[in-house]
């Protein structure tokens, strides 16, 4: 009776779903797919969201799904633009064509106006839509540059011993120059996103010719694209120019430390990055010497505040001179897009219902709340959601529901609303009213303060919950 037959049985049993499982994973395509069995599977995930958060069965789903920041349907649609998203930067996947094939056999087929089109197609769309061009090669970005580049040690200097801190940037880094890089043409490059409606702006400073480069992106272009492409234009002005030795300072560090890092261990791969590989390797065949170095930003360093102002100008450049975007870049782009047709959704779907939350919750929460203030007790934050939701075992709700048949409180002086259970109910010594923080205003609700579990608030009303013991 030691049970090793018993548990031999169960892992062969396992073994076999796994082997299911690793067979499917990485490739789960759940569309085009019957609509029912895709609400069978939305009803599932109500029925965890609830238990996560301890929802009471009634709760609206939307209401649920936005608390619980997860939603089936929309986020199959983000996932499908983030594969597209990566295969169109390889303009030879065989999956553009067909695609390309299925978006004119859907123009000419009528019947296609009442269906649903699937999700990848969707993407497919969004993607020909797209009001910029986007960067494509033939090959994996790796096979496309040249071997040597992609091994080259480029002299990049993360710490020059000047923290963001420091009050004696400029002359720290005067210091530096004249000591390491007596002689050398100094460049400083920045870019600019002043919202992710405006285009980016890049530019670089050559303060010893007073010249300046400026250069426009795209609005799906991101910061990190726009600080490499300040930098390749530096690097490219050096190569064409044959300055001997250049220093090239730049206040992106991530920038600088994704040229720093070995493409072959990288997992994502900016092309961006390796055509910069590319400029410094040839640049070293030349005889041409380059350092680059990271300075801290908005210390007081003369030329990179200069050239911050710069990029900021290039962003009302008349000219688009970097009209491609990176793939990279759209990512954010389908992130964009999720954020904006959920809360287009929930804007219509809590006209109907979830109205109570909705007055508590108007936009889609990158994270739960709770995620965020993650000391609270799985009893308060089921307790907070409940009372968020407009659905908790206060006796208003429950006569509500008709599981009572009066809404009076215990201490039958009034409705045992929330209102009345946290400011008014003598069963607590203590009304949460009279300890509500100066920061928030008077007269208020019970419903405004839900509003604020992203606050410091969110302490005192957990403490009052778990010191009063109200259970909701
Ligand atoms: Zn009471």
């Not at 769309?125 to 040690?153: A, E, G, M, T």
């Not at 259970?421 to 419903?447: E, Q, R």
Request: glycine share 2%.
């Amino acid at each position: 009776m030691t049970g090793v037959q018993h548990i031999t049985h169960i892992l062969k049993k396992c073994e076999k779903s796994i082997n299911i499982l690793r067979s499917l994973s990485g490739a789960f395509l759940l569309e085009p797919c019957n609509k029912s069995s895709l609400s069978a599977l939305d009803k599932i995930q109500y029925k965890s969201l609830r238990i996560i958060v301890g929802a009471m069965k009634s709760s609206p789903t939307n209401a649920l799904q936005v608390e619980c920041s997860d939603h089936l349907s929309i986020r199959r649609q983000y996932l499908a633009d983030r594969f597209l998203f990566k295969v169109i930067q390889n303009s030879s996947h065989p999956l553009i064509d067909k695609l390309h094939q299925l978006s004119e056999f859907i123009s000419y087929d009528k019947s296609w106006t009442y269906k649903t089109t699937p999700s990848l197609f969707r993407s497919f769309l969004k993607f020909l839509r797209l009001p910029s061009p986007v960067h494509q090669c033939v090959l994996n970005p790796l096979f496309d540059n040249p071997y040597h580049s992609l091994v080259y040690q480029p002299d990049i200097s993360l710490d020059l011993g000047i923290s963001k801190k420091s009050t004696d940037a400029e002359v720290r880094l005067q210091d530096y120059i004249s000591k390491k890089w007596n002689n050398w043409l100094v460049m400083y490059t920045d870019a600019s996103k002043l919202s992710d409606q405006e285009c980016v702006g890049a530019a670089v400073w050559i303060p010893k010719y007073k010249i300046i480069l400026n250069f426009k992106c795209p609005p799906v272009s991101s910061v990190f694209s726009g600080e490499a492409i300040a930098i390749l234009e530096a690097l490219l002005y050096t190569e064409s120019h044959n300055v001997d030795k250049t220093v090239i300072l730049s206040d992106s560090k991530s920038c600088l430390q994704a040229i720093l890092s070995n493409p072959f261990r990288n997992k994502s791969n900016f092309p961006c990055i390796l055509i910069i590989r590319d400029v410094l390797y040839r640049c070293h065949l030349q005889g041409i010497r380059v350092s680059l170095a990271w300075i801290p930003g908005h210390s007081g360093i003369v030329g990179n505040e200069a050239v911050d102002l710069m990029a900021k100008d290039a962003t009302n450049n008349s000219c688009l001179t970097h009209p491609q975007v990176f793939c990279h870049d759209l990512f954010s782009l389908a992130t964009q897009k999720m954020m904006s047709s959920w809360l287009a959704e929930w804007k219509e779907s809590s006209k109907v219902k979830g109205k109570y939350y909705a007055d508590i919750q108007n936009f889609i929460p990158k994270k739960p709340w709770f995620f965020e203030y993650n000391e609270a007790s799985k009893f308060c934050t089921s307790t907070l959601c409940r009372l968020r939701l407009g659905h908790s075992s206060t006796p208003v709700h429950l006569a509500k529901i008709r599981i009572r048949d009066n809404s009076l409180c215990e201490c039958g002086l009034d409705d045992g609303s929330p209102d009345h259970i946290f400011f008014n109910c003598p069963k607590y010594s203590v009304s949460l009213y009279d300890i509500l923080p100066p920061y928030i205003p008077k007269p208020t609700n019970f419903k405004t303060l839900l509003n604020y579990v992203n606050s410091p608030f969110i302490v005192i009303l957990c403490n009052y919950i778990t010191s009063n013991n109200i259970k909701l």
